[in-house]
């Protein structure tokens, strides 16, 4: 069972409103990603990591910024939401070194009104 | 680029055979794996297959691989209703990165 973690589950937020979406991992997993996904919908990657003070952006323009300053500690920022910014938000982690799968967090459910 | 293909939707009685099926277009692809995923969570790794393997089980679980036709298949024995959920098919990218390419989803319904 992989150790990751994601906070808030679900929020609600007013239009212009700044949010950071947490996501933490206990497995000293090197590479970590976000992934926006609209219910039952596929994965569009956002962003990822592969170490400490590296961040790429993903296949799919986001507004978001992330940040990479601890191991386990990968946040997701909006400086400003929008209802275009409505969906479920998934943070995952790998070991990598020649293993490629990816464990995910529970998801955040984001709402922008 | 790469690219990873599954049908949508599947419908099967409890106690049936299901059979997921995904195509992909990454002939390098050292890794490719399942995923499942429940109403209103993240992602379960359920299995994976090593690229030079034809098949591999786990209990209810089989996966089959099709290196030539790039063609992959996830079998689930007995199915319960509590397989009801989307399904995932991955393949890994070439690169340092660890990124997966992923499927639309097989969302599979299981009725009595």
């Known amino acids: 069972e992989a150790d990751i973690y994601q906070t808030p589950r679900y929020l609600v937020i007013g239009t212009g409103k700044k949010i950071t979406l947490e996501c933490s991992q206990t497995?000293?997993?090197?590479?970590m990603y976000w992934y926006q996904q609209d219910p039952g919908m596929e994965l569009h990657l956002i962003h990822y990591?592969?170490?400490?003070?590296?961040?790429e952006k993903g296949d799919l323009s986001s507004e978001s910024t992330v940040s990479r300053i601890r191991t386990e500690h990968f946040p997701l920022t909006l400086e400003s939401a929008r209802p275009s910014h409505t969906s479920q938000y998934l943070c995952?982690?790998?070991?990598?070194?020649?293993?490629?799968?990816?464990?995910f967090g529970p998801g955040t459910r984001l709402t922008v009104t | 680029g790469e690219d990873v293909e599954q049908s949508l939707f599947l419908s099967v009685r409890e106690g049936d055979s299901s059979v997921i099926n995904c195509t992909y277009t990454?002939?390098?692809?050292?890794?490719l794996y399942w995923y499942k995923q429940e109403p209103g969570a993240g992602l379960q790794l359920l299995t994976y297959?090593?690229?030079?393997?034809d098949m591999k089980q786990d209990q209810r679980l089989t996966v089959l691989l099709n290196k030539k036709d790039k063609h992959l298949s996830l079998c689930i024995a007995d199915t319960q209703t509590g397989d009801s959920a989307i399904y995932f098919c991955?393949?890994?990218?070439?690169?340092?990165?660890?990124?997966?390419?992923f499927g639309a989803g097989t969302r599979l319904a299981v009725h009595p």
């Open positions: 995952a982690s790998s070991p990598g070194q020649g293993s490629y799968e990816q464990y």
């Open positions: 497995m000293g997993h090197d590479k």
């Open positions: 990591s592969y170490g400490v003070n590296s961040t």
């Open positions: 990454d002939s390098s692809s050292t890794y």
């Open positions: 297959i090593f690229s030079n393997m």
């Open positions: 991955a393949e890994n990218e070439a690169g340092g990165y660890n990124k997966l390419i």
